[in-house]
């Protein structure tokens, strides 16, 4: 019972140990690549706000409306801003929508870190037709 009891406290130690290691050292993602990354999770999850959008109001918000349909309605709770802090840009036109950051230097073009970040997508014409 005691080397049982020796053991399972061995284990629980050298977990706690190994979790206060890497908590203290690491991974850290940092740089570009991590920065951009979390930019198009936070693209993600407005697009997905915009497909619940779509699903209530058989369409999508205007280029007049923008991303504050999103928060007029409620579906998401304030205006989304990039891993820099530059407001997310949205786009209606036509079929596409386009949902974009300018990336760290807020200007577009750039390499690395100043990358565009830009999510389309298309919209086919779902009108019903009743000619046979």
Do not use: C
């Amino acid at each position: 019972m005691r080397s049982k009891l020796f053991r399972v406290l061995a284990v629980l130690l050298f977990v706690l140990l190994v979790a206060g290691i890497f908590i203290t050292n690491g991974p850290h993602k940092t740089g570009p690549i991590f920065e951009s990354e979390i930019t198009k999770a936070e693209i993600k999850n407005i697009q997905e706000a915009m497909g619940m959008y779509y699903l209530k109001n058989k369409k999508f918000p205007s280029n007049e409306q923008g991303i504050r349909a999103l928060v007029s309605t409620q579906l998401i709770k304030q205006l989304p801003t990039d891993y820099w802090g530059n407001l997310i840009k949205y786009s209606a036109s036509g079929n596409k929508y386009t949902l974009s950051s300018l990336g760290s230097d807020n200007a577009p073009g750039g390499n690395i870190n100043a990358s565009d970040i830009e999510v389309s997508w298309y919209i086919k014409n779902m009108q019903n037709d009743n000619t046979h």
